[in-house]
């Protein structure tokens, strides 16, 4: 089985743009979650996504979004970017809902905010 | 506030000698806990999990840790650890608010530098 994808792996934003990073999890993975991972704040859970429907959230502002298809697939859309957006974006798939799930990771998009 | 500490930021060993990682969380009435791994230059990868029953969890690679509800804590450890096994391991709390929902955090994670 392929592993979870991330496109694109690298990114170079200029402040005030938007992005969309992309995740196409397990095939048959029905669940997809988001993290971001500085040097600062470490790994940090941004929102999980179920059934086209975001299931659970963490503490991030409103410029972060993202939305799931029929297929699982998975986008994240940051808008308004600020420098302390730079981080490594990673996309993870499971099965099923909920943390108790074995997730597996993609190896990342990595944004730079210029 | 919900958190997780992860008491050492870097822990050198030596090759075949015990290691132990620490991680500690904030108090709450229902948590899953985890373990994940990150080599160099690679993705996450789940060591362990604790759900529920046991309270010693035997992960992959000869990991193993354990819950201990007083003192809200998850170490890791290993009995004889190899040079592969260096990498960064994160600790990680699911604090559940019920049913499917609940938060994630990750601990700042510990490097854990094994030399010959």
């Known amino acids: 089985k392929a592993g979870v994808t991330q496109t694109p792996r690298y990114l170079i934003k200029t402040r005030g743009q938007q992005v969309t990073l992309s995740c196409s999890p397990i095939?048959?993975?029905?669940?997809v979650s988001w993290y971001q991972q500085t040097p600062g704040q470490g790994l940090q859970f941004l929102f999980e996504?179920?059934?086209?429907?975001?299931?659970n959230k963490g503490n991030f502002p409103g410029r972060f979004s993202g939305r799931q298809f029929s297929n699982s697939r998975s986008e994240m859309n940051v808008s308004t970017l600020e420098l302390g957006d730079s981080a490594l974006y990673l996309c993870?798939?499971?099965?099923?809902?909920?943390?108790?799930?074995?997730?597996?990771f993609g190896p990342g998009t990595r944004l730079t905010v210029l | 506030a919900q958190s997780v500490t992860q008491l050492d930021s870097q822990v050198p060993v030596f090759e075949e000698a015990p290691v132990e990682l620490r991680c500690n969380y904030s108090s709450s009435v229902s948590v899953y806990l985890f373990w994940y791994v990150q080599y160099p230059n690679q993705g996450l990868q789940l060591l362990l999990k604790?759900?529920?029953?046991?309270?010693l969890v035997k992960g992959i690679n000869g990991f193993e840790a354990e819950f201990n509800k007083s003192q809200t804590s998850f170490h890791l450890r290993k009995p004889s650890v190899h040079i592969s096994d260096t990498a960064e391991y994160f600790c990680?709390?699911?604090?559940?608010?019920?049913?499917?929902?609940?938060?994630?955090?990750f601990g700042k994670g510990t490097k854990l530098s094994v030399k010959p």
């Open positions: 993870a798939s499971s099965l099923s809902q909920g943390a108790w799930d074995t997730q597996y």
């Open positions: 604790y759900l529920s029953g046991s309270t």
């Open positions: 996504y179920f059934s086209e429907t975001q299931r």
């Open positions: 990680a709390v699911w604090f559940s608010y019920g049913g499917s929902q609940g938060n994630l955090i």
């Open positions: 095939s048959g993975h029905r669940s």
